[in-house]
């Protein structure tokens, strides 16, 4: 898989992920005066993913950063 494409990948995660914490963050203010433990836990869910997008966001600059190098090196 050339760097390009894993970028493109990633960027495709993110965009997945992040709609998936909106929708989870939408759930949880829709839940109103519910069990308080089923609560806790679809926000720790939330939280588990924002690391998750954190994570590819890191590796996201990463490839971005390989590429420049590799365009650079290419003249």
């Known amino acids: 898989m050339s760097?390009?494409?894993e970028l493109r990948r990633i960027?495709?995660?993110l965009a997945r992920l992040r709609a998936e914490n909106r929708?989870?963050?939408e759930q949880i203010r829709d839940?109103?005066?519910t069990d308080q433990i089923e609560k806790a836990a679809v926000i720790s869910?939330?939280?588990e993913q924002v690391e998750?997008?954190?994570d590819l966001e890191r590796r996201r600059?990463?490839?971005i950063a390989r590429l420049e190098k590799?365009?650079?090196?290419l003249g």
């Open 61 to 63: 600059d990463s490839l």
């Open 52 to 54: 998750l997008i954190a």
């Open 45 to 47: 869910q939330a939280d």
């Open 31 to 33: 839940m109103g005066a």
């Open 23 to 25: 929708d989870i963050r």
């Open 3 to 5: 760097t390009r494409d």
């Open 11 to 13: 960027e495709e995660d």
């Open 70 to 73: 590799e365009e650079e090196a």
